[in-house]
């Protein structure tokens, strides 16, 4: 009797238990997510181009003898600055003294000669006019005269060529730079052929050379020379440490030949590069013959465009999309094509109109098509003025940090 009523009582439990799994399984209702929206607006920002560089100095001297000798004094500091005239080397000159002092002794000995010549050519010049004069010793005083002013001529330039070669047993800084460690010490002989005693290289301004692709440099010719070529550009660098370089360059020059192997043209910008003080003692400069850099070509007038945050933008295998917000606060997924932008703003060229709203804080909480409750984003930094890296555009993922053209 018992087991029957056991039996008769397991559909009930059953039932009950299967009706508490369904009410369980429906999810509990609640509000809306709640995002972060910003209106998109136009803006202005500053065109930018990033390009890899090289600094150059603009002049390069390798100082070598002219004359054969002994090295006697080297009168400067191993690294540091010169100016243009200082005395750097010293080669002997006792040599090169006594051939300037032959050459003028040879000069006075043919002028000694030559006013014994012309005092007998003006002898038989008045006896031609006696009986006793003859013609010949007229021609043959003539000829003397003549041969040693020639003489004279000769020494004169033996003297200046010994002046010259004395001369150049001083060795002097034909330009303003930083000199390099000396090649050949105190006490070696040296001359035209014994190499390079020491380079110095310019230090300011200087050069930075920096590679542009074909179709970069199309890109940047149609935008720029309308507005004034080289004019409507300014070049400011990023040094290796991340820090942006103060002084800003210009363009002043660009290669008439593409490079064949890399398909690149070279471009160049004249940079600033001032020592500064710290109170009395001078502070390095901060660009250096051969370092490399980053290279921010920058449009000197802004540009209008229309901009979002760059962390309302996603991507995936399509591309670039944002979520809008339309007057029902319903999010669609919109693709977006993006134009030069920066680390924090991304400029829309395609996909989104003024004044809409799109999604910027809160992605991760929503799918398409679900209501949300907007709300005011929190205000982000403020617009870059450099962008873009090479000048080409990058499908970053949300709140990515690459920069896009």
């Excluded at 000199?179 to 200087?206: F, H, K, R, W, Y």
């Amino acid at each position: 009797m018992r087991q029957a009523v056991a039996v008769s009582c397991f559909p009930a439990v059953l039932a009950l238990a299967l009706l508490s799994t369904q009410v369980a399984a429906q999810p509990a209702s609640g509000k809306p997510p709640v995002v972060g929206v910003v209106r998109v607006e136009r803006q202005e920002i500053t065109q930018s181009d990033e390009f890899v560089g090289r600094v150059q100095a603009i002049n390069r001297v390798a100082l070598v003898a002219r004359v054969t000798g002994f090295l006697e004094k080297r009168l400067f500091v191993e690294g540091t600055e010169v100016k243009k005239g200082d005395l750097l080397y010293m080669i002997e000159q006792p040599p090169f003294q006594a051939q300037v002092n032959a050459a003028r002794a040879s000069i006075e000995q043919f002028e000694a000669q030559h006013r014994n010549a012309q005092i007998t050519l003006q002898r038989a010049q008045s006896l031609l006019s006696s009986p006793a004069g003859q013609q010949s010793n007229v021609d043959t005083a003539v000829a003397n005269e003549r041969a040693l002013a020639a003489q004279i001529a000769g020494a004169q330039a033996q003297l200046e060529i010994a002046a010259i070669n004395l001369g150049y047993t001083a060795i002097y800084a034909p330009i303003d730079g930083e000199i390099s460690a000396t090649q050949v010490t105190e006490g070696n002989v040296v001359s035209p052929t014994s190499g390079t005693l020491a380079t110095i290289v310019s230090q300011d301004p200087m050069y930075v050379l920096f590679p542009v692709s074909v179709r970069a440099g199309l890109g940047l010719r149609d935008r720029y020379s309308p507005k004034g070529g080289f004019n409507a550009v300014v070049v400011k660098l990023r040094l290796p440490d991340g820090r942006i370089y103060g002084p800003a360059g210009k363009l002043d020059y660009v290669s008439p030949t593409v490079a064949e192997n890399t398909d690149t043209v070279t471009l160049r910008a004249v940079v600033p590069n001032p020592r500064v003080f710290a109170s009395t003692e001078p502070v390095p400069r901060e660009l250096f013959d051969g370092e490399f850099v980053t290279v921010l070509l920058q449009g000197v007038q802004p540009i209008t465009v229309l901009a979002i945050p760059r962390a309302a933008v996603l991507s995936d295998q399509q591309g670039d999309y944002v979520y809008v917000v339309d007057a029902q606060n319903k999010v669609q997924a919109r693709r977006i094509q993006q134009g030069q932008s920066t680390p924090s703003t991304a400029v829309i060229t395609n996909g989104l109109s003024q004044g809409e709203l799109v999604v910027s804080e809160g992605l991760q909480s929503i799918h398409d098509g679900e209501t949300v409750l907007p709300g005011p984003a929190t205000p982000g930094p403020q617009v870059d003025s450099a962008a873009g890296a090479s000048g080409k555009s990058a499908a970053p993922a949300a709140g990515s940090p690459a920069a896009g053209q």
